[in-house]
């Protein structure tokens, strides 16, 4: 078991730098439960990448909904993140139900159907990045924190989305709101042709203020959470900067934040919680 958890933390040093720098202001005794959860949450995210069609990407799907449930015990053991992530869910009692919701949600990263609605793009991010946060705040010990995970998680997958946006453009599939794009006239050919428009940067901004209207929600929910529950929450401290340097950037050609300060707005926000939603 010792080799699984070890294996998911490299897993996520490699590919969730943010979650694996902010994991490390955690309790020493419960980074290995965090890398294990991350770790699941990068293989679920990269169905699409890893099978490149949407039938491999269900069954890939479906596995991890079996194990979830107990229904695959035997392959379950011999895979080191699922191993470990089973492991997690009895020790520190993390809701499986939810992570079973998480799985559910990714199974629209495997289509080409847009995004439909603002409201389901809501959800969306409810279901993934603010499930994460509140299964990383079960295994801190935390009470009470759907408010602050569903409106943190939401800021933080709606910058994530917008950072991921020529990716998703090149591949022709629409995390931006199909009706966001029509109320600001842009037609979905638009955006997969890289045509950059005064409609397109308007509909850019108005997920920047939904994000940023999230960030502003959560301060209040923020301030009354426990410091050892925290860590779940640190990542969310890239969001802000994330948001301001895409202000008046091409949506195409979305400025990355360096490694150097990322890290160091992490290690901040550890000192100052308050940074987290500034």
Not at 65 to 76: I, M, N, Q, T, Y
Not at 222 to 240: G, H, I, M, N, S
Request: aromatic share 8%; proline share 7%; with cysteine.
């Amino acid at each position: 078991m010792q080799d699984a958890f070890a294996y998911c933390t490299e897993l996520v040093r490699a590919a969730d730098k943010d979650r694996f720098i902010a994991s490390v202001f955690a309790p020493a005794d419960k980074r290995p439960a965090l890398h294990a959860l991350y770790a699941f949450n990068v293989e679920v995210a990269r169905a699409r990448e890893a099978a490149r069609e949407p039938l491999p990407g269900e069954i890939r799907l479906q596995w991890w909904r079996d194990v979830l449930l107990g229904e695959r015990p035997g392959e379950a053991s011999a895979n080191p993140v699922a191993s470990a992530l089973l492991a997690v869910i009895e020790r520190h009692r993390v809701t499986a139900s939810t992570l079973i919701e998480l799985v559910d949600a990714r199974r629209f990263d495997l289509y080409d159907e847009p995004m439909a609605t603002v409201s389901d793009l809501e959800i969306y991010a409810k279901k993934t990045s603010s499930a994460v946060i509140a299964s990383a705040a079960q295994i801190l010990g935390a009470g009470e924190v759907d408010a602050a995970a569903d409106q943190t998680g939401i800021a933080y997958a709606v910058s994530g989305l917008l950072r991921a946006f020529p990716v998703h453009a090149a591949r022709r599939q629409l995390y931006v709101p199909i009706k966001l794009l029509e109320r600001n006239a842009v037609h979905p050919d638009d955006v997969f042709a890289r045509r950059r428009s005064p409609g397109l940067d308007a509909a850019m901004g108005e997920l920047r203020k939904l994000a940023r209207a999230n960030l502003m929600a959560a301060r209040e929910h923020l301030a009354k959470l426990t410091p050892e529950v925290l860590p779940a929450f640190l990542a969310v401290a890239l969001v802000r900067p994330t948001l301001d340097r895409m202000e008046r950037a091409d949506p195409f050609s979305p400025p990355e934040l360096p490694a150097w300060r990322r890290q160091w707005l992490i290690w901040r926000a550890a000192r100052n919680p308050g940074r987290i939603a500034a």
